[in-house]
Structure formats: C-alpha cells, structure tokens
C-alpha cells in the first residue's frame, strides 16, 4: 500500500511539473502568435476571463471525484475552452472529465470500472 501512495504522489509531482508547459498547448486557436509560449497564452485566458486556473478546476474535480487528476488538456470546443481532466482514483478506477474552463461546470463525466 505504502508502495501505490508512493507511486501516486509521484504520478500527481510529475504532473504538476508539467502541465503549465504542456497543457495550454491549444488554449487559444485564436492566436497565431508563434513568439509566445503556451504558458503565456493560458495565462492570458486566465487574465481575461476566459478560464479559471488550473489548480482552482483540479482542487474542485479531484475533491468531489475522489481522485488525482494524471492527465489534462486544455482544449477548444464550439468556440469555448475546455478542461479535459483524466482522474485516477484510490481504487485504480478512471474517471475522464470535460471542465467548462471559464466557470468549473462539469459538462461530461465517463468512468471506466476498474478491470481485476
């Protein structure tokens, strides 16, 4: 058990370490900019309105979900953006969430049973 903690503290640092530079990766179609990081224009989103950050959308998920976010895109769909969150939760079960970005609702919600 001790192991498995381990492991999920470890899975949930190394997400932590990357989603700022990985995940707003397409926040902002819109954009064409290609000076700007995408750090930058997640940030922007941010500022304007146009997202919540991301650690107030997993702290919200990963508290009513019971579970670690390990995966998340910050994608735009019908012209608004979108959190899509990947939980894993304490037993081994996965849980994929679509997040409207601007105000937290979960708009999708699928779960996989988990497979013994």
Do not use: C, W
């Amino acid at each position: 058990m001790k192991r498995r903690h381990f492991l999920f503290q470890s899975l949930h640092s190394a997400l932590a370490a990357t989603l700022l530079a990985a995940l707003p990766a397409r926040a902002d179609d819109d954009d064409d900019d290609d000076d700007d990081d995408d750090h930058d224009r997640a940030r922007r989103a941010v500022e304007q309105g146009r997202a919540l950050p991301l650690r107030v959308v997993l702290d919200q998920v990963e508290r009513q979900f019971q579970g670690r976010a390990v995966n998340v895109e910050l994608v735009r769909e019908h012209g608004r953006l979108i959190y899509e969150i990947r939980l894993l939760q304490a037993d081994g079960r996965v849980v994929k969430l679509e997040v409207d970005a601007a105000s937290g609702a979960v708009l999708k919600v699928k779960q996989k049973s988990r497979k013994d």
